[in-house]
């Protein structure tokens, strides 16, 4: 399923270009172009590649636990529910989410240390912008990690995230690079599709979990105990 975080990696990318993109169009290191220009706003946006890929790992380590204790199904619908959850309610990754869970005084700080770091103008500085903005509440990646959870084994879930997070790589870096490359209607259009690719990825993760004997839509899961190999003591 590495594929499905591409997919929504690359669709989130237009939602980030709106949510993050201030911040991308608004690095240091000039304000022309040139190798440090260029390449550090690439870094920036390897660090958020680079969080993503980390958050994918605690996915990873969620979901492997859960896998174990034979929830694979479970696991796989339950993720399924929540991107759709997610994608029908959408006030529940807004600001106001913050509110509900107390969470308001992080990202603030969140925040305060990303903008500390933008009066540094070194890659280092530029990397850890990308880290932290990873960090930021965005309903996107919590649609990704939903994903990575039901992904096989750690491995899986870590390149779930990093295939997320290279989806949204091009666009982004462009943006970071001159925000009018992309015109806003497209940007608008593509913001517009994501609730309806993410409904569709989100149908399939239920499929996959009901364990219908489909092949490549819901086929049958293995179980752990299965998949275990028995030791024959001549």
Known sequence: MWWAGLVIGFISSFHCVGMCGPIAMALPVGRGSGAS?????????????TTYTTLGLVAGLLGRTLQLAGWQQTISIASGVIMLLLVLLPKIHTGNAGQWLGTDRWWNALRKAIGKRFMNPSAGSLYSVGILNGLLPCGMVYFALAGAVSAPGVGGAMLYMLMFGL??????????????????????????????????????????????????????????????????VP
Not at 37 to 45: A, I, S
Request: glycine share 10%; hydrophobic share 50%.
């Open 37 to 49: 220009f260029v390449g550090g706003r690439l870094l920036y946006n390897l660090g958020r590649v």
């Open 167 to 232: 989806g949204t790589l091009p666009l982004m870096w462009l943006v970071s690079l001159s925000g009018k490359l992309i015109q806003p209607k497209w940007r608008a259009l593509m913001r517009n599709a994501v609730p309806y690719v993410a409904g569709c990825l989100a149908v399939l993760f239920i499929l996959r979990g009901l364990n219908l004997g489909v092949p490549y839509l819901s086929p049958k899961l293995v179980s752990s105990e299965q998949e275990a190999p028995v030791c024959h």
